[in-house]
């Protein structure tokens, strides 16, 4: 099924650039842009946005290695007091 029109791009080569990616490495976020790099094409007009990421979301290999779950909450000791001092 084609999910991008704009550059003919379908599920199954989705799948194909998240597939390479994760083989090549264990450790990588695997964003849209990087399935668009990796097909050699950038999105226009971001239309298919949804669809790419329900397309990508069926793939058991998107899912964010372990290693680098709730770094957010682990690396942040900033505080609400922080932010507003910063922006003043
Ligand atoms: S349909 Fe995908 S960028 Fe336009």
């Known amino acids: ?26 450790t990588a976020l695997i964003t849209p842009g990087k399935v668009y790099r990796a097909l050699g094409k950038a999105a226009d007009c971001g239309g298919c946005m949804p669809l790419f990421l329900e397309a990508m979301r069926k793939n058991d290999n998107l899912e964010v290695p372990m290693q680098l779950r709730n770094m957010k909450r682990g690396t942040t000791q900033e505080t609400k007091h922080d932010r507003r001092q910063e922006s003043s």
């Not at 379908?10 to 490495?25: E, F």
Request: with cysteine; glycine share 0%.
């Open 1 to 26: 099924m084609i999910v991008c029109h704009c550059q003919n791009i379908t599920n199954h080569d989705i799948d194909a650039a998240i597939n390479w990616m994760r083989a090549a490495d264990t």
